[in-house]
């Protein structure tokens, strides 16, 4: 699947976001080194801090399947451009990185842009 495929993955997985509060839905859809796919979306709570981003509900997801190592992850809102991950989700993404590096894939009017976790994330904090 190529990145553009994975944003359009990612707009549909914004449809199921549970966003009462903000308003603002986020999907993502993250592909891992052995080739395979998973989608997901921000849910919130009326207890705000418990809000889960549509990254870190993709990530938990992945990780869930026994799927550890990832290679891209696209993520999409309707209602903004080029929207990158919070500092938190940064912070997952960056613990499961492949080896060969993490693109983080977001969408413009101008087209799909791609970061590395390492631009996006420097001097990350790792043990
Ligand atoms: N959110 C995400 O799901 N991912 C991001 O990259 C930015 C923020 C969510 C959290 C909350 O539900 C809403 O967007 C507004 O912050």
């Known amino acids: 699947m190529n990145y553009e495929e994975m944003i359009k993955f990612a707009e549909k997985a ?11 839905p ?12 998973y989608t997901g979306c921000n849910f919130e709570n009326s207890s705000f801090g418990l809000t889960i981003c ?3 509900n993709t990530a938990g997801t992945a990780i869930a399947n026994g799927d ?9 809102s309707p ?3 080029n929207c990158t991950p919070c500092g938190a989700c940064r912070q ?3 613990e499961f990185k492949s ?3 993490l693109d983080v894939i ?20 790792v043990l």
């Open 14 to 24: 914004s449809e199921n976001a549970y966003v009462p509060y903000s308003k603002f």
């Open 26 to 37: 986020v999907g993502a859809c993250l592909l891992t080194e052995n080739g395979n796919i």
């Open 54 to 56: 549509a990254e870190r």
């Open 68 to 76: 550890k190592s990832f290679r891209a992850i696209a993520i999409f």
């Open 79 to 81: 209602k903004m451009d």
């Open 92 to 94: 997952v993404l960056n």
């Open 99 to 101: 080896h060969e590096g």
């Open 106 to 125: 977001t969408n413009t009017s101008d087209g799909i842009k791609v970061y590395s976790i390492e631009e996006l994330l420097p001097q990350s904090f």
